[in-house]
């Protein structure tokens, strides 16, 4: 994923850890997200994050955040969707650490 900051970066670290501390709370410590919470973090719609997976299996283009499959269902670790969240410029989508 050709994220815009560097690994030594340390506002995007603090903006990803406040992010993930965050997303813990809220989801009781699990590590999967589902479509809906994903949704709710990220201020985009179930639809448009359901859209963009299919679209990308068709099309052999990588969704952002790597999904996982339980049960033929589409889940998101927890921690990928912090480094999301984090990588998104301020002004970008709402954050679930808002």
């Known amino acids: ?3 815009a900051h560097q690994d030594g970066d340390s506002a995007f670290q603090e903006r990803y850890k406040e992010t993930l501390s965050s997303l813990e ?3 009781h410590g699990r590590i999967y997200l589902s479509v809906k919470e994903f949704a709710r973090a990220s201020g985009l ?3 448009t994050i359901y859209n963009q997976i299919s679209l990308s299996a068709r099309k052999g283009i990588a969704f952002p955040i790597p999904v996982v499959r339980l049960r033929n269902r589409p889940f998101f670790r927890i921690h990928d969707v912090a480094r999301f969240l984090a990588d998104l410029p301020s002004e ?3 954050r679930a650490a808002s």
């Open 45 to 47: 719609s179930a639809g």
């Open 25 to 27: 709370r809220y989801n």
């Open 1 to 3: 994923m050709g994220s």
């Open 92 to 94: 970008g989508l709402s």
